[in-house]
């Protein structure tokens, strides 16, 4: 059995000839990592993963010439020796590649569900689990990845929150309708100078504010603020006494634990409560 022909025994035209291939396969994973953005724009979320990893595949075998020994991603493989520069040097531009591709996959996984995937919440962290094992192993430092799951953390603030606001909101909405019951109770013509009238119509004005600013958290500010504006927008609703704000902070107290121990921590204070979110 003959023994690979060292990278010093290799002829003019084999060396053009594999700098040729691995142009082809550099081109080949770029137009995969495109496919695959395509596909995740277009809601293929599936099709976008296989796309994404074809393409890590076809990157590794790019660079695969660049060391002497090579083990990741299910491949093992005895290759040509290089200089310890020339491989300290594809390792820089490898790892340089892997960080804006983290941050891609875990944008990509922390999305799943809400393009009509139905991804429920205990695999899509399974998923996360498994991508960030892989690129620790492949060098990623823990500071790396958390500025890579920036998207991550942002749509799990997203998912918490949004059981709170939903369930205040509602609770501010069918004061709403209490409201305009009353007001159709009034005597017709209405009076505009009535002061019950009047008091009806500044408490309306106040619930819908809340209800406003409510809706707000998610589209103006960041929502890592979410915690403290949730309870302001209670706090300041003159609309409702003061027990009624204390029954409903008792009625999320859980909830806005989980929020608050998220942002302060990166991580779920109850997986469980996490998981069966996506499955209410």
């Known amino acids: 059995m003959h023994s690979p022909k060292k990278n010093d025994d290799l002829s003019p035209a084999d060396r053009t000839e594999g700098k040729g291939m691995r142009r082809v396969l550099f081109g080949f994973s ?8 395509y596909l995740v724009l277009v809601d293929k979320v599936a099709a976008a993963g296989t796309a994404f990893a074809a393409a890590m595949i076809s990157l590794i075998f790019v660079f695969l010439p660049m060391f002497r020994r090579f083990k990741g991603f299910g491949i093992e493989a005895e290759l040509l020796e290089k200089k310890i ?29 809400r393009w009509g995937s139905a991804m429920p919440h205990r695999e899509t962290y399974k998923m996360m689990q498994r991508i960030e094992s892989e690129l620790t192993k492949n060098g990623v430092s823990p500071e790396e990845l958390e500025i890579a799951k920036e998207n991550w953390h942002h749509f799990n603030m997203f998912d918490l ?6 369930g205040i909101g509602g609770h501010l909405q069918a004061k709403v309708t209490q409201v305009n019951e009353q007001l159709g109770r009034l005597p017709s013509p209405t009076n505009a100078a009535d002061p019950t ?16 600013a409510l809706s707000e958290i998610y589209t103006i500010g960041e929502i890592r603020d979410a915690p403290e504006r949730i309870r302001k927008c209670l706090k300041d609703c003159d609309a409702l006494i003061e027990a009624e704000k204390a029954q409903i902070l ?24 996490w998981f069966r979110l996506s499955e209410l």
């Open 161 to 166: 929150s949004l059981p709170i606001t939903m």
């Open 197 to 212: 009238f009047l008091a009806l119509v500044e408490k309306q004005r106040k619930l819908s504010e809340t209800i406003k």
């Open 250 to 273: 008792e009625q999320h107290r859980e909830q806005l634990a989980d929020l608050q121990h998220y942002r302060d921590n990166h991580n779920f204070r109850s997986l469980d409560r």
């Open 30 to 37: 770029l137009l995969l990592f495109g496919a695959g953005t």
């Open 85 to 113: 520069a020339e491989a300290d040097d594809t390792i820089r531009r490898l790892k340089a590649i892997s960080l804006p591709m983290a941050e891609l996959l875990f944008t990509v996984t922390a999305r799943m569900g």
